[in-house]
């Protein structure tokens, strides 16, 4: 099973609004990622962790905040966010030994902000 | 830093015809290369990916790439598109880390398949 589980896929919201992002894998992978995809761009990485711990952090704005509660679930949480943060966000997960270092990629999820 | 330069945002072909997408990357170390396809709003797939084994990697559908040192490019070809190959393409690449591998992504390529 090489699939990673993005919810919800669609998400419309305020710009006073709290809303969570989930993201669940099963593969066993210890580093989990979130990236942002605007229209026309490629992804570009926002947070890594690594045994649940937050390992790379991209100067991302503090209205995002990751958590990864366990090894397989992965969290972001968004509040105040503004209209040029609507994107796609993406979540993945990958190894951390030669071997498996490939990254497998959820859905996304398609994030409006008005 | 690592960078990917994906030559040609547009590559239009005809069903059948040879698919040829073209990836150079610049990286200081060996790096570990890869390609994803993107269906409109979907999320990427993984096609292949080169990690210092062999220099011509075999993917899903078909699709294969050859990694050449000497070139520092990683193209990738397929011999006969089919209609269902109309996508965008990114190349990527990462330096294997003990704390998560960053993925430095090309522009990216839309492949148009004419009938």
């Known amino acids: 099973d090489t699939e990673v589980t993005q919810t919800p896929k669609h998400l419309v919201m305020g710009m006073t609004n709290k809303k969570s992002l989930k993201c669940e894998q099963h593969?066993?992978?210890?580093?989990m990622y979130w990236y942002k995809q605007k229209a026309k761009k490629p992804p570009e990485l926002m947070f890594v962790?690594?045994?649940?711990?937050?390992?790379i952090n991209e100067s991302v704005p503090s209205r995002f905040s990751p958590e990864c509660p366990n090894s397989s679930l992965l969290n972001l949480h968004l509040h105040a966010l503004q209209p040029e943060d609507s994107a796609l966000y993406l979540c993945?997960?990958?190894?951390?030994?030669?071997?498996?270092?490939?990254?497998?990629f959820g859905q996304g999820t398609r994030l409006t902000v008005v | 830093a690592q960078s990917v330069t994906q030559l040609g945002s547009h590559v239009s072909v005809s069903e059948g015809a040879l698919v040829l997408l073209r990836c150079n990357y610049s990286?200081?170390?060996?790096?570990?290369l890869f390609w994803y396809v993107q269906y409109p709003n979907q999320g990427l797939q993984l096609l292949l990916k080169?990690?210092?084994?062999?220099?011509l990697v075999k993917g899903i559908n078909g699709f294969e790439a050859e990694f050449k040192k000497s070139e520092t490019s990683f193209h990738l070809t397929k011999p006969s598109a089919h209609m269902s190959d109309a996508a965008e393409y990114f190349c990527?690449?990462?330096?294997?880390?003990?704390?998560?591998?960053?993925?430095?992504f090309g522009a990216g390529t839309i492949l148009r398949v004419k009938s």
């Open positions: 962790y690594s045994y649940e711990k937050l390992s």
């Open positions: 990286s200081s170390v060996p790096p570990y």
């Open positions: 993945a997960s990958s190894g951390l030994l030669q071997s498996n270092t490939e990254a497998f």
């Open positions: 593969m066993g992978h210890r580093a």
């Open positions: 990527a690449v990462t330096n294997r880390r003990e704390y998560g591998n960053k993925l430095v």
């Open positions: 080169y990690t210092s084994a062999a220099t």
